[in-house]
């Protein structure tokens, strides 16, 4: 297929964790010497949905206004059979009119999700990619998200001005459900294939030079032969250094090379997996503030223990504490607005803010609720704080906080990516969408407190 | 409306309390038994000579079943109440209420927990099932909370704040260790609370009471017929139990540095009981001191120092056993842990050996008015109940 489709791309934003795992550390506890690379990795509490809402949650102000649709991409959901999208739209304050589901759970479908969506559709795509310890991929595959924002020519920051695919029934690598991780099948033959599919599907005029060229493939042997394949058409460059980041893998680079671009510069992208994907986008006047990379801020290093505990493949010995209890279905659907979108109650007589909802106002005793506020981006400031040694976390132990809003309100809540060292009364706190805990096979999703500036 | 309380109205004629600790060796309905036979004995009844019954537990057994099919009551009206930690005073509220009611001539309140089964660090509490929002702090993490709010309330720095809450601790397990009902009995040292392992905040494990069995009963009759059974009988000037809106967890005016609910029960009680200067007028004071910040901040809430000049009086001694004003002199939570529903009466059961001269060496020279306070649930969202108790009625009856 080779398309003069023209698509609208209102912004984007990707989000990296903060925390990498590092070749060195790996090798410090095989007791080797050495020991190089690195790749993103996601925290304790953040799963391949989370990653896709905080990265939405970086968007430009505004930019979800008028979205209609949402696609969820991931290899590595949290759920089958139920829909992701629903928990995403939720927490990104998307009305219950907004058409969410998931799209897919090959590496591929981001990148269709996208040459496939009309204007109004926030494509998210994110993974959480777990490699068997030793694996070749444990260093080179992260983990990230990233939101695009599909919209028509007429309000796009950039526009993806030509695009071409070709498929191929290929077995290079592929995951069984049973599994948590990606199995690969011997990695030198299919790089040939795939540089003839790419040399198909880029040959035309089109794609002839660009200002960026971008190259998204699981494998480092294919993504440096396509990288010289493609390096007389425009300046080679890698946007991430997170690893190759799966189904966010081609949007990441895509949003990191358009946030670079000045007016009118262009960017040739190719997606390699199950045949090739290759587009060129065209960055207009306000690409540079549209397009959020996943930057990230100071990375935090975990021991390869901490990684391995955090991904499942090491059993610790829990607290001599009762488990977390599963959520309730019905309470869940009863307080889906507090939950999922953090919406709290406002006295319609006193104007004063419950966090969470009450039904009777604690000030003037009114049963009268005026609109509800959404406090998912209202500043906030401890007021007192404790490091829970005993409870139960996914990332022991706890950082919790009594937090008051600025527009009213007070809430306990868990801290994550955060320095227990930082705490202070008056330390200001950003909210952030997280899974708590899974029990019975549920994941508990909740709101936690990220101190600012302490996370990526 | 408002509440009138029952100021020498009620007696209690007989109390029985069983040592608290690790009992593995007994069960919820042997420490039933010895409790009720204990108050029983103690006040020359039979346990048929009373009328109805009312048994505090959290979660050692639904239902008066649990008291009834233990010391085999036939007949007879047994109520369980629960009002989380501070259900051991609930049971002798309601008990006394009922006496002083005229419906009934003779109460028992007896509280139970049999905690050390269930085989978890810590208490554990069974919460109906619900949406997964709350936030599932412990309990030593919720009372951590008012360290540093009082610190950044009062500008203390963090090392008077330690000196003070070790004070506490060091104070109440030295009293403890004069207490053969308690489950610590060794006094422990300030360099060992210092040192204590961390469990919450700057909370050790010193800092922390105890998880313990245990089981504390009074009987109680109308004031008028108390002098029928014993020439000592212990007299109930107030019992005030507040039930908090929530406020501290949702109204960010609201201070941390405080528990606001044991302030108003305080002022209930002393209203009722005519007590107008507690810190010169309680002769004891057994608080619920389940980690030491809260015994803290009682000291400023129950009105026996002025807000922010707590910890200065704790440094100073006011509290201590040979203080102006004796607080836990038997130990309190910290020494006996805290088996939940026996609490409240094993915190009464002090003011009665106190009055009648059988605290041993603990013994206070004299005392008239003592009080207990307990605390249920935590800061931000509590029950709060203060006992006011005298060894004499008053002139004016």
Redesign the interface.
Same mark, same amino acid.
């Given at each position: 297929m080779s398309s003069g489709h023209v698509i609208g791309l209102r912004a984007a934003a990707g989000y990296v964790p903060r925390y990498r795992l590092t070749g060195e550390e790996i090798a410090r506890s095989n007791n080797r010497k050495g020991g190089k690379g690195a790749r993103s990795l996601a925290g304790p509490d953040e799963d391949s949905l989370t990653l896709a809402v905080e990265a939405a949650r970086r968007l430009p102000p505004g930019a979800l206004d008028g979205v209609t649709r949402v696609l969820f991409c991931s290899t590595t959901p949290p759920y089958l059979v139920k829909n992701n999208a629903s928990t995403a739209a939720a927490a990104l304050g998307l009305g219950d009119d907004v058409l969410a589901v998931d799209a897919g759970g090959a590496l591929r479908s981001a990148v269709g999700a996208v040459l496939g969506a009309t204007a109004g559709t926030l494509v998210l795509a994110a993974d959480v990619n777990t490699s068997r310890p030793g694996a070749p991929r444990e260093l080179a595959h992260g983990d990230a998200g990233v939101a695009v924002v599909v919209g028509d020519t007429t309000d796009a920051a950039a526009t993806i001005v030509a695009a071409s695919s070709r498929t191929e029934e290929i077995q290079d690598q592929w995951r069984d459900t049973r599994q948590p991780w990606v199995s690969q099948s011997e990695d030198r033959f299919p790089v040939s294939r795939y540089l003839s599919l790419l040399a198909d599907a880029a040959s035309g005029d089109e794609f002839a030079t660009a200002d960026r060229v971008v190259v998204s493939a699981p494998s480092a042997r294919i993504t440096s032969a396509a990288e010289r394949q493609l390096g007389d058409r425009g300046k080679v460059t890698r946007t991430t250094e997170a690893g190759y980041t799966g189904c966010a893998d081609f949007l990441l680079r895509l949003c990191g090379a358009l946030a670079e671009c000045a007016a009118g510069q262009t960017v040739l992208v190719a997606g390699l997996t199950d045949g090739c994907d290759v587009i060129l986008a065209r960055g207009g006047a306000t690409a540079g503030t549209a397009f959020v990379p996943g930057g990230s801020g100071e990375a935090t290093v975990p021991t390869y223990l901490q990684a391995l505990t955090w991904r499942g493949l090491l059993e610790r010995e829990p607290p001599r504490r009762p488990e977390s209890r599963p959520v309730s279905a019905p309470a869940a659907l009863r307080g889906a607005p507090w939950k999922y979108s953090l919406l709290a109650s406002q006295c319609a007589a006193c104007g004063f803010v419950s966090t969470p909802p009450q039904q009777v106002c604690l000030r003037c005793g009114s049963t009268e609720h005026g609109p509800a506020v959404n406090m998912t981006r209202q500043p906030a400031t401890i007021r007192t704080f404790s490091v829970d040694r005993l409870a139960y976390s996914l990332n022991p132990p706890m950082v919790a906080a009594v937090i008051g809003f600025a527009p009213g309100g007070r809430l306990e809540v868990e801290l994550t990516d955060s320095d227990p060292a930082a705490l202070r009364v008056g330390a200001p706190v950003r909210m952030t969408f997280r899974r708590r805990h899974s029990s019975g096979g549920v994941h508990n999703y909740v709101w936690k407190a990220v101190l600012e500036g302490g996370a990526s | 409306m408002t509440s009138h309380g029952i100021r020498d109205r009620v007696a209690i004629i007989g109390m029985g309390c069983t040592r608290f600790g690790e009992l593995w060796d007994r069960g919820t309905a042997d420490m039933l038994v010895e409790a009720a036979n204990g108050s029983a004995r103690s006040a020359g009844v039979a346990l048929d000579d009373i009328d109805a019954f009312w048994l505090g537990t959290m979660d050692s057994g639904y239902s008066g079943l649990t008291l009834s099919t233990a010391i085999k009551v036939h007949g007879k009206p047994v109520t369980r109440v629960e009002n989380m930690c501070a259900t051991g005073s609930e049971a002798l509220r309601a008990a006394v209420y009922a006496v002083a009611s005229g419906a009934i001539d003779m109460a028992m309140a007896i509280g139970v927990e049999k905690l050390k089964d269930s &085989?978890?660090? &810590?208490l +554990?509490r069974v919460?109906p099932?619900?949406?997964? /929002?709350? /936030?599932?702090? /412990?309990a030593?993490?919720?009372f951590?909370?008012?360290?540093? %709010?009082y610190?950044?309330a009062y500008g203390l720095d963090g090392e008077t704040m330690r000196q003070a809450l070790t004070h506490i601790a060091v104070k109440n397990h030295a009293n403890g260790a004069r207490n053969e009902r308690a489950q610590f009995r060794s006094p422990v040292t300030a360099d060992a609370v210092n040192s204590s392992p961390? +469990?919450?905040?700057t909370l050790g494990i010193l800092d922390c009471s105890g998880v313990a069995d245990g089981a504390a009963a009074a009987i109680v009759v109308r004031a008028e017929d108390a002098y029928r059974y014993t020439d000592r009988p212990m007299f109930v000037k107030a019992l005030s139990v507040v039930a908090g809106? &929530?406020?501290?967890?949702?109204?960010?005016d %609201?201070s941390?540095a405080s528990i606001p609910e044991a302030a108003q029960s305080a002022a209930n009680a002393y209203r009722e009981a005519g007590i107008t200067d507690p810190r010169h007028e309680i002769s004891l004071a057994e608080v619920h001191d389940c980690f030491t910040p809260t015994e803290l901040v009682l000291m400023e809430d129950l009105g026996f120092s002025g807000r922010g000049k707590g910890y200065q009086d704790v440094l100073d001694g006011v509290f201590d056993a040979d203080g102006q004003l004796p607080v836990n002199v038997d130990g309190g939570l910290k020494s006996f842990g805290h088996p939940i529903g026996a609490t409240g009466l094993r915190m009464a059961f002090e003011c009665w050996l106190q009055f009648r001269g059988e605290a041993g060496p603990r013994q206070l020279p004299g005392p008239e008015i003592g009080l207990t306070h307990n605390l249920g649930g935590r800061p931000?969202r509590c029950v709060s109940f203060v006992g006011i108790f005298g060894k004499s009625p008053s002139p004016r009856l």
């Open positions: - | &085989g978890y660090a &810590g +554990v919460d099932p619900d949406d997964g /929002t709350a /936030t599932e702090t /412990t030593p993490a919720a951590s909370y008012l360290a540093p %709010a610190q950044a961390l +469990v919450a905040g809106d &929530g406020r501290a967890m949702l109204d960010d %609201a941390y931000g």
